[in-house]
């Protein structure tokens, strides 16, 4: 994408328009609805496995029904205000979300199916499927990047819908290799009385997440008042932030939902809070040492994964800019997703619920007063996103010490004051290797705002990256590496 089409004010309008045909997703498909669909489903199973998945297959048949009767809304609605008088950036925002909302049926069912196979402790299925959809948005943006870039957006559109139900596609086999056979998949009751018995907890926890989603969307809004290419700047830079919160945070908390879910029902605290201290010393001890990486490469990494084609100079500074404000808030926004389900499982869906809607306030304040008081432009959105994630985490884990009892971990600050200190060292020890070995330290020079100094030509920017990760990621190792062997 970013060699393709760069950061060009149309690439923004798509990815403002594709937040938007997406709002839905997290409520009907990835998040509130596993989230509130696994603890359902394990309580069901314990008493009786058939009714358990009926629930399942029900869900599937009723989900189907609300995504059918909001996409035809949506659509309709786009329909009639799009021939008002708006801006060519407007327009463009319209038409690229009515061809985009469709994809929400076959993104909603891939959830749905990622989380009965959680349930059945198969994650590699669901784990690859994404890449389906990468492969066709893939090809996709390479076919189109000749075309007008206006034009290629409409069909990158349409290509957004085909990827979603290839990732959805790739979960089937194995889903309906799970469920009964016979007449099973015959006998669908949508709306059944166990489907009805998730609405009440699905609605308190889709407060939380739909508050959530609305930052999603006004984040781009608010870049785009600060800068016409500051939405595709901020989509550039949380792909890269997702990425270690995708292989460690969400990875973690995917395996750790259904066992964490289990024991809470099961009443047995000890096991929930060992499972709980497990996970949050590991996310914090990893997302401290990633937020490190990102301060000591961000404009390396960024320069080396879209340094190129019509990826400029000034598109490479604003994205490592955002970059930055998102990695601040690795941790937090990696808690998050262990402890909101974790208090979902305990059945308190209005704490989430709180700590997603004031943490959305916080956010839009912050937004409004960085981008229209200080004029910080479209990284400080970035950083608002972590400051109020920090918030929701702490909210979060106020709620679940007076829900489970103190949640205290005594070795953890020990570990965390160790972590940051050969982190820090780290992190100095990389600067300090790219002044004397290429004349500037660029990280350094993007916290002080000065005008970076990167390589153009592909040898020269992974000789630069390489040497950069090499360090830091060896200071580092030989830290973790020799307090394993003590342990040993």
Known sequence: ????????????????????????RRLFGEGSLQNTFIPHFEELRLSNPTRAFAFFRDLAASLLIILAVLIGAGMTLLHFIYPLEWSSETKQILLYTSLMLPSLFFICLYGLNAALLGCEKKFFTSGIAPVAFNLVWIAAALYLSPMPIEKAMIGLSIAVILGCLAQWAVTVPQTLKILPKDEFLCKVTPFSPDVRNLIKPLLLANFGVAASQINNALDPLFALFANSEGPA??????????????????????????PIARAIKAGNLEQFH????????RVLIFTVVTTAAIFATAPSCINLLFGRGHFDLESITGTANCLLGYGIGLFPMAYILIAAPALFAFGDYKTPTKGASFSMLLNVGLNSLFVFTFAWGSPSVALATSIAAFWNAYFLSHALSKKAGY????????????TLLISGGALLAVWTLDYYLFGSAPALQLLMNEPLQLPHNLFAQVLQFTAEAFIFCSLVGFYFCRTYLKSR
């Open 233 to 258: 700047w901020l989509w550039f830079a949380i792909r890269v932030q997702q990425l270690p919160l995708a292989l460690f945070g969400i990875a973690l908390a995917n395996a750790l939902i259904p």
């Open 274 to 281: 060992h499972l709980f201290h497990f996970a949050v010393k």
């Open 1 to 24: 994408m970013a060699f393709a089409f760069g950061t060009a004010p149309a690439l923004a309008a798509f990815m403002v328009a594709f937040r938007f045909a997406h709002l839905a």
């Open 407 to 418: 949640l205290k971990d005594q070795t953890l600050l020990p570990e965390l004051g160790k």
